[in-house]
Nanobody, 124 residues
Framework: VQLQASGGGLVQAGGSLGLSCAAS????????MYWFRQAPGKERESVAA????????FYADSVKGRFTISRDNAKNTVYLQVTNLKPEDTAVYYC??????????????????WGKGTQVTVSS
């Protein structure tokens, strides 16, 4: 399965973006999906996750109430709506797939599939 994140851009603090993660070469139906981000000079961190059916979700404390993860299995796509953006949200955002959902997120190196990220830059 190949994954491609898109939808990033430059936005002012307080603004919003809609990120997408499209899959090709296979189905996402059997995977829990995760969004990660990596800011310059920092480790990649898990920010959100969703289980195969979309009924269970995880959010990092730093994004709770501002980010919303969703999925459309018919479109083989996962989304991350990011709102009320802050300069500290500036990072490259990646999507990744794992066979099972964890309510506390997972480490990047445990992911089974991942793709290139999309840059989100928030100006103050």
């Amino acid at each position: 399965v190949q994954l491609q994140a898109s939808g990033g851009g430059l936005v002012q603090a307080g603004g919003s973006l809609g990120l997408s993660c499209a899959a090709s070469g296979g189905t996402l139906r059997t995977y829990a999906m995760y969004w990660f981000r990596q800011a310059p000079g920092k480790e990649r961190e898990s920010v959100a996750a969703i289980n195969e059916s979309g009924h269970r979700k995880f959010y990092a404390d730093s994004v709770k109430g501002r980010f919303t993860i969703s999925r459309d299995n018919a479109k083989n796509t996962v989304y991350l709506q990011v709102t009320n953006l802050k300069p500290e949200d500036t990072a490259v955002y990646y999507c990744a797939a794992h066979p099972s959902f964890s309510p506390v997120g997972r480490a990047w190196d445990s992911m089974y599939h991942w793709g290139k990220g999309t840059q989100v830059t928030v100006s103050s």
